[in-house]
Nanobody, 124 residues
Framework: QVQLVESGGGLVQAGGSLRLSCAAS????????MGWFRQAPGKEREFVAT????????YYADSVKGRFTISRDNAKNTVYLQMNSLKPEDTAVYYC?????????????????WGQGTQVTVSS
């Protein structure tokens, strides 16, 4: 069992930056692939970024490539999402998730555990 708690969301102007954190419980955090997803009002949840267990492999949605960076610190049981050059269309609730498959994953149904989400609002 893995419990995930996101933090770091907030209100930021377009062009600004935020760093999201996701703290995980459990001693097996380092064995999980981790992902970030987001859900805007009236829209389906969508993939944002993923990182494998070691941090050696990452993958991004085209909409955030070059602006967002996913990373992890297995010693701290934490995964991060650094978001730069934010746009109003990045406004959403951001969720982190854990997947037991050891390679990067983009599909929601592959993830076993989810956090409660943190709101990110980007004003124009």
């Amino acid at each position: 069992q893995v419990q995930l708690v996101e933090s770091g969301g907030g209100l930021v102007q377009a062009g600004g930056s935020l760093r999201l954190s996701c703290a995980a419980s459990g001693r097996t955090f380092s064995s999980y692939t981790m992902g970030w997803f987001r859900q805007a009002p009236g829209k389906e949840r969508e993939f944002v970024a993923t990182i494998n267990w070691s941090g050696g492999s990452t993958y991004y949605a085209d909409s955030v490539k070059g602006r967002f960076t996913i990373s992890r610190d297995n010693a701290k049981n934490t995964v991060y999402l650094q978001m730069n050059s934010l746009k109003p269309e990045d406004t959403a609730v951001y969720y982190c998730a854990a997947c037991s498959i050891p390679t990067v994953q983009t599909m929601i149904r592959r993830y076993d555990y989810w956090g409660q989400g943190t709101q990110v609002t980007v004003s124009s």
